[in-house]
């Protein structure tokens, strides 16, 4: 239990290690490359304007193996129901450039999209365009645009990446929640808990 709690801190003191230099997207600013087309686990070629449903797009930077991802992956089906529910897309990337021809490979992200039943769009973010355009810090890392495609909520998914049990502030479905009603999102932003995203810099 010690060496797990000891990994878990060192992916933590280095999650934003490889972010510092990039721009960071601001709540309240519009989504940019929002026609760059990326590829699905299916095969199709997908952009966030694909995604976008009436209330919003959710774009989610994720991976195969962080062991964050591990421990939150479980919820995200949920959170595609959540999404569909209130009219939010849903889209996931993977941005990890550094890990392409191991772990996160195309063919890893379809086995883990098998694996796990995924039933959103899980894409490849080529030489990581989009992380490095929205500033991802961390898989996993969330975005949530409003219709007219402006940052309404950025960071965590939940206060809890042990269990969905111990969730006591569902940051991501609550924003979303707010957007399906018309409403203002009450937390705009949270802390992103994960590892740092293996991002190609120029």
Request: glycine share 6%; net charge positive.
């Given at each position: 239990m010690k060496r797990l709690v000891f990994i878990f801190a060192i992916f933590l003191s280095v999650s934003s290690f490889s972010a510092d230099n990039v721009k960071k997207l601001e709540v309240g600013e519009k989504a940019v490359l929002t026609e760059?087309?990326?590829?699905?686990?299916?095969g199709e070629l997908v952009s966030l304007s694909d995604a976008l449903k009436k209330n919003g797009l959710?774009?989610?930077?994720?991976?195969?193996?962080?062991p964050f991802v591990l421990r939150w992956e479980s919820r995200y089906n949920g959170i595609k129901e959540w999404a569909d529910k209130n009219k939010v897309g849903m889209i996931v990337l993977n941005s990890n450039y550094q890990k392409r021809n191991s772990?996160?490979?195309?063919?890893?992200?379809?086995?883990?999209?098998?694996?796990?039943?995924?039933?959103?769009?899980?894409?490849?973010?080529?030489?990581?365009v989009l992380a490095n355009a929205f500033g991802g810090q961390t898989t996993p890392h969330a975005f949530l645009f409003d219709g007219d495609l402006k940052l309404a909520y950025k960071g965590a998914i939940d206060d809890s990446y042990q269990s969905a049990e111990g969730v006591k502030e569902a940051y991501l479905k609550n924003a979303i929640a707010n957007l399906g009603a018309g409403e203002q999102v009450a937390v705009t932003e949270t802390k992103p808990v994960g590892c740092g995203i293996k991002r190609k810099v120029d």
């Amino acid at each position: 239990m010690k060496r797990l709690v000891f990994i878990f801190a060192i992916f933590l003191s280095v999650s934003s290690f490889s972010a510092d230099n990039v721009k960071k997207l601001e709540v309240g600013e519009k989504a940019v490359l929002t026609e760059v087309k990326m590829k699905d686990v299916s095969g199709e070629l997908v952009s966030l304007s694909d995604a976008l449903k009436k209330n919003g797009l959710l774009v989610l930077f994720s991976c195969n193996q962080c062991p964050f991802v591990l421990r939150w992956e479980s919820r995200y089906n949920g959170i595609k129901e959540w999404a569909d529910k209130n009219k939010v897309g849903m889209i996931v990337l993977n941005s990890n450039y550094q890990k392409r021809n191991s772990d996160d490979s195309y063919e890893a992200m379809q086995a883990k999209a098998k694996e796990k039943a995924y039933r959103f769009n899980y894409v490849v973010d080529k030489e990581s365009v989009l992380a490095n355009a929205f500033g991802g810090q961390t898989t996993p890392h969330a975005f949530l645009f409003d219709g007219d495609l402006k940052l309404a909520y950025k960071g965590a998914i939940d206060d809890s990446y042990q269990s969905a049990e111990g969730v006591k502030e569902a940051y991501l479905k609550n924003a979303i929640a707010n957007l399906g009603a018309g409403e203002q999102v009450a937390v705009t932003e949270t802390k992103p808990v994960g590892c740092g995203i293996k991002r190609k810099v120029d």
